[in-house]
T-cell receptor, first 113, second 113 residues
Framework: DAGVTQSPTHLIKTRGQQVTLRCSPK?????VSWYQQALGQGPQFIFQ???????QRGNFPDRFSGHQFPNYSSELNVNALLLGDSALYLC????????????FGSGTRLTVV | GEDVEQSLFLSVREGDSSVINCTYT??????LYWYKQEPGAGLQLLTY?????DMKQDQRLTVLLNKKDKHLSLRIADTQTGDSAIYFC?????????????FGKGTHLIIQP
């Protein structure tokens, strides 16, 4: 049973460019959340998607946007990249309801130069 | 706002017990979690506790929750070299399921031979 799959694993982009990160949730999960983990910090919540809509958003600018597809997979898009966007981006999936199971992927390491 | 605080480092001898502490500020937290992160990897859920519980034991892991003081601890019995990692405390609010996790900055557990 595959867990959460993220692609690519590593990415290098130039300031001002745009990037798209992808996530496939664990089988049976229909909710996807994205987190940003800067070096030496804990993960910070970006947003959560359920039924192809953004349900909740953390304290991130509009440059960060997302999408969820009918098969529950998700994309995170970041526009106008800044050096400070360099981080590990983690995707977590879960099922709706009183479940506790947030399963995290291994992340995409984004470096902005 | 919500905040989760942890000590940055803990050093223990192999075979001893490790106790990692965490304090949080959101009194409406419903679930509290402990995650483990090894170098270059994503987050692995170790254990969790409901906010109406005081203690939970799972093999070598014991979680204690003092809701009055908003203090959470994770005890790892018989600490092994494989336990060397960063441990994150995280809380989940009451957003009806549409709520991201708030993480601490993580505690680096260092095992001395």
């Amino acid at each position: 049973d595959a867990g959460v799959t993220q692609s690519p694993t590593h990415l290098i982009k130039t300031r001002g460019q745009q990037v798209t990160l992808r996530c496939s949730p664990k089988s049976g999960h229909d909710t996807v959340s994205w987190y940003q983990q800067a070096l030496g910090q804990g993960p910070q919540f970006i947003f959560q998607y359920y039924e192809e809509e953004e349900r909740q958003r953390g304290n991130f600018p509009d440059r960060f946007s997302g999408h969820q597809f009918p098969n529950y997979s998700s994309e995170l898009n970041v526009n106008a990249l800044l050096l400070g966007d360099s981080a590990l981006y983690l995707c977590a999936s879960s099922a709706v309801g009183p479940t506790l199971g947030y399963t995290f992927g291994s992340g995409t390491r984004l470096t902005v130069v | 706002g919500e905040d989760v605080e942890q000590s940055l480092f803990l050093s223990v001898r192999e075979g001893d017990s490790s106790v990692i502490n965490c304090t949080y500020t959101d009194s409406s937290s419903t679930y509290l979690y402990w995650y483990k992160q090894e170098p270059g990897a994503g987050l692995q859920l170790l254990t969790y506790i409901f906010s109406n519980m005081d203690m939970k034991q799972d093999q070598r892991l014991t979680v204690l929750l003092n809701k009055k003081d908003k203090h959470l601890s994770l005890r790892i019995a018989d600490t092994q070299t494989g336990d060397s990692a960063i441990y994150f405390c995280a809380e989940r609010g009451t957003g009806g399921g549409a709520d991201g996790l708030t993480f601490g900055k993580g505690t680096h557990l260092i095992i001395q031979p």
